[in-house]
């Protein structure tokens, strides 16, 4: 079946330091969207990302993302955390042209960014 | 822009007793979900269901119920709450598959 697999359960970075969050996935979809949701204490989650274009950098908030279809991988970077970042990270994929309405979530990832 | 209301933020049940959760959107998306949330095991899908009247079971359906009379709504039931099911339920709505979603803030699940 579909899968999204996010390595990490907990990361922690220092305040200035880069970030990476790491998400590979499985997938017989054809078109596919990509999307990265972030989760604040107590707050609904909420789109950070989304790309379906191979290759493309995608850029929002200081975070950015390239799908790379030829290695199965969608990871997350981010050149300098944030205090603020600190947060749950979910990697997710969902079908474009089929009669597929699922969208399938990884684990999560925790971001701990210290000061 | 829209939102989506999770009533009740948390809802406190006795073991073996039938709870609902309730959902509405004003995005007017024609797509819901319900997905569980546990800790290191991510978001799982109960139900969705893609237009008004329609249910179609996710990968975590037994146990629960869904309901979809109005486009702008979608409620859970919990058949029989048990210990082991104390989480955060989730709804979420989008407009088309491949479409971002959007989800509410969330109602716990806590069982006595």
């Given at each position: 079946g579909d899968s999204v697999t996010q390595t990490e359960g907990l990361v922690t970075v220092t305040e200035g330091l880069p970030v990476k969050l790491n998400c590979t996935y499985q997938t017989t979809y054809l078109t596919i969207a990509f999307f990265w949701y972030v989760?604040?204490?107590?707050?609904a989650p909420?789109?950070?990302?989304?790309?379906?274009?191979?290759?493309?950098?995608?850029?929002?908030?200081?975070?950015?993302?390239?799908?790379?279809?030829?290695?199965?991988?969608?990871?997350?970077?981010?050149?300098?955390?944030?205090?603020?970042d600190s947060a749950l990270y979910y990697?997710?994929?969902?079908?474009?042209?089929t009669g597929n309405y699922k969208y399938v979530f990884g684990a999560g990832t925790r971001l701990k960014v210290i000061a | 822009g829209g939102i989506i209301t999770q009533t009740p933020k948390f809802l406190i049940g006795q073991e073996g007793q039938k709870l609902t959760l309730k959902c509405q959107q004003n995005f007017?998306?024609?797509?819901?979900?319900?997905?569980?949330?546990?800790?290191?095991?991510?978001?799982?899908?109960?139900?969705?269901?893609?237009?008004?009247?329609?249910?179609?079971?996710?990968?975590?359906?037994?146990?629960?119920?869904?309901?979809?009379?109005?486009?702008?709504?979608?409620?859970?039931?919990?058949?029989?709450?048990?210990?082991?099911e104390m989480a955060v339920f989730l709804c979420a709505s989008s407009m088309d598959r491949g479409n971002t979603l959007y989800f509410g803030e969330g109602s716990r699940l806590i069982v006595v």
């Open positions: 989760q604040y204490l107590n707050e909420q789109v950070l990302l989304k790309s379906s274009t191979d290759n493309k950098r995608t850029e929002h908030q200081g975070f950015h993302a390239t799908l790379h279809k030829s290695s199965s991988s969608f990871h997350l970077q981010k050149s300098s955390a944030q205090l603020s990697c997710a994929l969902s079908d474009r042209n | 007017n998306h024609d797509t819901m979900y319900w997905y569980r949330q546990d800790s290191g095991k991510g978001l799982r899908l109960i139900y969705y269901s893609i237009t008004e009247n329609d249910l179609q079971k996710g990968d975590l359906s037994e146990g629960y119920d869904a309901s979809r009379e109005k486009k702008s709504s979608f409620s859970l039931t919990v058949t029989s709450a048990q210990k082991n």
